[in-house]
């Protein structure tokens, strides 16, 4: 198997737990949750004809969180809308991702621009999804994580000093449906590490998909409670005068 390089960003920080469990999209390898930045915080999770599905509010910065739920090392190939969140290519598994440390937290805030900057994810009518606005936007609405273990590394005769890790790190109503925008660049340290995959095709891949939540009920997604009007009376009362 040969050996990709990657880009690896605040995969060295502990875990934080996410306060309740239907906010998690659960997989085997990893769990995926959505933050919204603007609100402050994590978005429910809809399940729906098996599958995973949360509210986007136009205009609000979101970030995605993948939480490595084993003890070893994890590699993350993210896309948004069909585009590798660090590439921009067009998403396929074989691409780069992000190195996710055993028990570890990865906070991805946006498109990477450099080993410095990403810039904001942000929900948008799909017309100014970044998808759409770089000639492809028939994939908007979903998040995919393609996850990959690590390749057994055959243990040294004599003991090693362990090397210290480096860890860097308005849409209408029911008419379009929701992008990503390509927004704000904001400061987010990573560096290239190498991450030699065990198989050549993912272990695991957590998709989350994404709409307004008018979008969300008129497909069923989302069941509001029925206003029921009440029932007329024939002898409400006696006779009030009228109003104006």
Avoid: C
Wanted: glycine residues 8%; without cysteine.
């Amino acid at each position: 198997m040969r050996t990709s390089r990657i880009v690896v960003a605040a995969a060295t920080l502990a875990a934080t737990l996410v306060a309740s469990a239907h906010v998690l999209a659960h997989g085997r390898l990893a769990d995926v949750s959505v933050y919204d930045r603007a609100e402050g915080r994590w978005l429910q999770v809809y399940r729906h004809e098996g599958r995973a599905y949360v509210v986007g509010k136009p205009g609000h910065e979101y970030q995605i969180r993948v939480s490595n739920r084993l003890g070893e090392d994890l590699l993350a190939v993210m896309s948004v809308d069909g585009v590798n969140v660090i590439t921009g290519q067009t998403a396929n598994p074989s691409q780069s991702g992000y190195v996710i440390s055993p028990r570890a937290s990865l906070e991805v805030q946006g498109w990477r621009k450099s080993l410095s900057q990403t810039a904001a994810f942000y929900f948008t009518a799909l017309p100014d999804s970044y998808a759409a606005r770089t000639g492809r936007p028939d994939d908007v609405g979903v998040i995919g994580v393609a996850l990959f273990r690590k390749k057994p590394q055959p243990k040294p005769i004599a003991p090693i000093a362990p090397e210290a890790a480096s860890g860097a790190r308005r849409a209408e109503e029911r008419d379009s449906r929701l992008g990503t925008g390509h927004g704000r660049h904001e400061h987010s340290p990573a560096v290239h590490v190498t991450f030699e995959r065990a198989t050549s095709a993912p272990a695991e891949v957590l998709t989350l998909y994404y709409d307004s939540r008018a979008n969300l009920v008129a497909r069923g997604v989302i069941r509001e409670p029925v206003q029921v009007a009440p029932t007329p009376r024939p002898f409400p009362g006696f006779v009030p005068d009228p109003q104006g």
